[in-house]
């Protein structure tokens, strides 16, 4: 668990890296200035809200390869300039925008489908090339129970609803430290 003013730092990381980015400058944040909690390893995605809560971006990493502050520093310009669903973030959105952050926890396969709790667990279905990922918010933002969970886990991978029936379909769940602005 990260304290609160940890919290207050990565949330401030992402939005400064967003800014900052606006007049060409995508240095990391410098690693001295940041409290130790926040230098190890760990995924991490930002999500971008419009004021309605309408998704503006989302993206992130589920492996933890670098520091944590990296990840969130990485994720949020991937999230504002490079999320492929969505037109880039311009400089006027930037102060309506509602940001989120994931620290990801570990990933762990699923062998029983009824030990996936809804809320709790983050889902990431692969089968074949495709994979597909749903933080554990979504879910209980869109009050789907398991079953429909894991269907548009399957649809965000690009497989038909089901496919986590399938045998040779991965399923591994996740859990993660969530909190926003």
């Not at 990565?10 to 230098?39: H, M, N, T, Y």
């Not at 390869?65 to 492929?84: G, K, T, Y």
């Not at 762990?108 to 933080?135: C, H, K, P, S």
């Amino acid at each position: 668990m990260l304290s609160d003013e940890n919290r207050k730092q990565l949330l401030a990381i992402a939005r400064i890296s967003i800014e900052c980015a606006f007049d060409g400058c995508f240095d990391q944040p410098d690693e001295a200035q940041v409290d130790e909690a926040l230098r190890r390893p760990a995924g991490a995605f930002v999500t971008l809200r419009t004021p309605d809560g309408d998704l503006r971006g989302c993206i992130g990493s589920i492996q933890a390869r670098e520091p944590l502050f990296r990840a969130v520093h990485s994720s949020a310009l991937s999230a504002a300039f490079r999320d492929p669903r969505f037109t880039q973030v311009q400089r006027e959105e930037l102060d309506h925008l509602h940001l989120e952050i994931s620290v990801m926890g570990p990933i762990e396969r699923v062998e029983r489908f009824e030990e996936i709790e809804v809320g709790r667990d983050g889902l990431i279905v692969t089968r074949g090339g495709y994979a597909g990922l749903l933080l554990p918010q979504v879910a209980s933002e869109y009050g789907w129970d398991r079953e429909t969970f894991l269907d548009q886990t399957c649809v965000k991978a690009g497989l038909p609803k089901g496919a986590w029936r399938q045998p040779g379909t991965v399923v591994e769940k996740f859990s993660a430290e969530v909190f926003e602005e």
